[in-house]
């Protein structure tokens, strides 16, 4: 089952002030955009950014990137159109609509309506009221609502993407939400429990109260690795995916990458996921002289399937020779493309053991590393 979310922030947003669309305001040290897109990094295969014309540079910053973007309608309505426009051609079976202000977004309720699309054609989060309502004129109660059967909508809200995008092209405009448009259709629409920490940030005093629920909500793990490999035979070494020359080569099992392999290990010590060889015994043969990619792919999606996405790693590679510095930028390049990292989250770093112990007498190398993630 191919699934997707559309986060939708072509809107300007200006009533919870700070000059800026809301989207693009920091939160709890990050822009609440980035919040939300966290949120579901993991949880679906393809995530759509709807973004305004205007905003030139957050076009700039997100091409390139794992985001499908996708241009801002003239209301709401137009910018979900085009949102599931940009997926047309990928197979999506099942899309998320989201709104971007919602960056509180729990992966419970993600997974909830991912579940409920299972057996429905659409499904949405909702809070049943439980405040008494009034009606009011100006600042004078009028009257009394009656509260029973009554629902606080909430996002993401999802659907089967066939029969919404039929619904958007069958509507005439001017719906309040995705599920308007899909009971215009005909189609039932499944209420799954929402939360009432999944608060749309509307109004300035809203960004207190987001930073409080995600303050709370904040689960930081440490881990970290170390490694050492021995020099042999060889005319070069690969460290941190690079192939570095000289005179001899480092043993192992595997490709010895001594540094991937400690960052590998700080990443599964994190989640509490033992070590390299619990996954990949050396025992089995089939991971003789193996790319040390594999170990740290496996170990970057362990962390993606278990709700965690990885804030930064630091390595230290610890040996006389060879050199490291001419090669650590193409080191650090390397492994943030393999761990789907920008190379301002990843560190590599070399020190010498002042000629002392087994590295100090170039006998080998050692590495240290750190990891650092954080539940999405």
Known sequence: MTTAAIIVAAGRGLRAGGGVPKQWRTLAGRR????????????VDHIVLVLSEDDHEAWAEFEGTDLIL???????????RNG???????????VLIHDVARPCVSQHIIQQVLKALDSHHA?????????????????????????????????????RYD???????????????????????????TIVPGDPDNIKITRPEDFARAERILGMD????LGNGYDVHRFGDGDHVILCGVKVPHERGLQGHSDADVGMHAVTDAIYGALAQGDI???????????????????????????????????NVDCTLVCEYPKIGPHAPAMRDEMARIMGLRADQVSVKATT???????GRSEGIASLATACLVKS
């Open 123 to 159: 499904a949405a989060p909702g809070l049943a009221v439980t405040d008494a309502l009034w009606t009011g004129d100006g600042h004078v109660v009028t009257g009394t609502q009656d509260r029973d059967s009554l629902f606080a909508a909430q996002t993401p809200q999802g659907f």
């Open 218 to 221: 904040m689960d930081v793990r």
């Open 277 to 311: 060889g619990q996954h990949f015994p050396p025992s089995d043969p089939q991971w003789k002289g193996a790319a040390s990619e594999i170990f740290l792919r496996h170990a970057v999606k362990l962390a993606e399937d278990m709700g965690y996405r990885i804030s």
């Open 84 to 94: 599931l426009t940009a997926l047309a051609s990928l197979n999506v079976q099942q």
């Open 353 to 359: 053991s002042e000629r002392l112990g087994f590295t």
């Open 70 to 80: 996708a241009t801002g309608g003239s209301d709401r309505a137009g910018s979900v």
């Open 32 to 43: 609440v955009a980035d919040w939300t897109l966290d949120r579901f990094r993991g949880q």
């Open 163 to 189: 029969v919404i995008v039929a619904a958007h092209a069958a509507h005439a405009g001017g719906a309040a939400d995705d599920v308007e448009v899909a009971r215009a259709a005909g189609l039932d629409v």
